[in-house]
């Protein structure tokens, strides 16, 4: 417990879990799989036509400060997100936010954070943090990914908080002006998972929800044509956005999962959701075994096998698809 209250907490990723500890500090208790799954924040989508590192942007969740920003708007709860032209000036909104007392959500890059080690950096510029404090120049840190506080010096934050590239920052912090007294989660937790549930269904578009699966597994198939190097480099970055950018695929479906057994506790277990909570689970440990495969045939002298890759991604489409249409059975 710190000086303000705050209270720490190890999260499974990091804009879950910041809005998860944010809202208990002002009065809302949720756990961070019910912050997830009312922000309706899981998804998939293969963006070809955006690169990272010169290969296509492959997501698990939405976009960054959609969980910020759908939770304020599911939950009424009033929210004030801050961007700043200027280092100065972003770094002295944060010192009087610190001064008033609030507890200040920020999006930083991984990489110039030096209390994370050397191994764990790499250049992700969408990772949210929670500062709570400061004491001289040092700022008190609630990161998620960690199981205890951390701190950080003001030069080293204020350069995470405004790099440059992909998702760049701009300094941003956000804490809520105003928070209910009262939340009726039923109508929001039924509201959400239609939406969560349709959206992966039936998107239009060939890039999102189950469709995006399916033309991943394609381009997999694809692969046996394109120079060996660059395929094992594609594979090595489908496990990389999966398993190491955010929580993953298969993280995110465990933390939908628990989403799902919580609201079947609200409904008085409903075997329904609870169902989908277990189905969920099941769909988190094919990702995983997905991504194992992958990483076998990279590592692997003999040739791979595009094809039986491509069909494990398909399998799990269809297991997803089990899933979204018992949710819809969900009154």
């Known amino acids: 417990?710190?000086?303000?209250?705050?209270?720490?907490?190890?999260?499974?990723?990091?804009?879950?879990?910041?809005?998860?500890?944010?809202?208990?500090?002002?009065?809302?208790?949720?756990?961070?799989?019910?912050?997830?799954?009312?922000?309706?924040?899981?998804?998939?989508?293969?963006l070809p036509f955006v690169k990272i590192g010169g290969m296509p942007l492959i997501a698990y969740r939405t976009l960054p400060k959609s969980i910020i920003k759908n939770i304020q708007k599911n939950l009424g709860v009033k929210m004030k997100l801050e961007t700043f032209s200027s280092k100065e000036k972003g770094q002295k909104r944060l010192d009087e936010l610190l001064k008033e007392g609030k507890v200040v959500g920020a999006q930083t890059s991984v990489f110039w954070l030096p209390?994370?080690?050397?191994?764990?950096?790499?250049?992700?510029?969408?990772?949210?943090?929670?500062?709570?404090?400061?004491?001289?120049?040092?700022?008190?840190?609630?990161?998620?990914?960690?199981?205890t506080t951390q701190i950080c010096d003001k030069a080293s934050l204020t350069k995470a908080r405004f790099v440059k590239g992909i998702m760049a920052p701009k300094g941003l912090l956000y804490y809520p002006l105003k928070v209910p007294e009262n939340i009726d989660l039923k109508p929001v937790i039924r509201k959400n998972i239609k939406k969560t549930a349709k959206s992966m269904l039936k998107t239009p578009v060939p890039i999102a929800g189950l469709k995006g699966i399916k033309s991943l597994a394609k381009s997999i198939s694809k692969l046996k044509s394109k120079d060996k190097r660059y395929a094992k480099l594609y594979l090595g970055h489908i496990v990389r956005m999966q398993?190491?950018?955010?929580?993953?695929?298969?993280?995110?479906?465990?933390?939908?999962?628990?989403f799902l057994q919580e609201a079947s506790e609200i409904f008085d277990n409903d075997e329904t959701l609870k169902k989908s909570s277990q189905l969920m689970l099941e769909v988190g440990d094919k990702w995983r075994e997905f991504a194992l495969m992958i990483a076998k045939s990279i590592k692997s002298k003999e040739d791979i096998d595009y094809k039986k890759l491509s069909e494990k991604l398909l399998e799990i489409s269809d297991d997803e698809s089990a899933v979204y249409k018992k949710m819809l059975e969900f009154k």
């Open 1 to 46: 417990m710190s000086v303000n209250n705050f209270e720490h907490t190890h999260s499974a990723h990091c804009e879950s879990g910041v809005m998860s500890s944010m809202l208990r500090h002002y009065g809302i208790n949720l756990s961070e799989a019910m912050v997830f799954g009312l922000s309706s924040a899981l998804t998939f989508a293969y």
């Open 115 to 147: 209390y994370f080690p050397e191994e764990m950096r790499f250049h992700f510029n969408a990772h949210n943090m929670v500062v709570y404090a400061k004491e001289a120049d040092n700022y008190l840190i609630s990161d998620p990914v960690f199981e």
């Open 243 to 258: 398993e190491e950018i955010g929580t993953g695929g298969a993280g995110f479906r465990y933390l939908y999962a628990s």
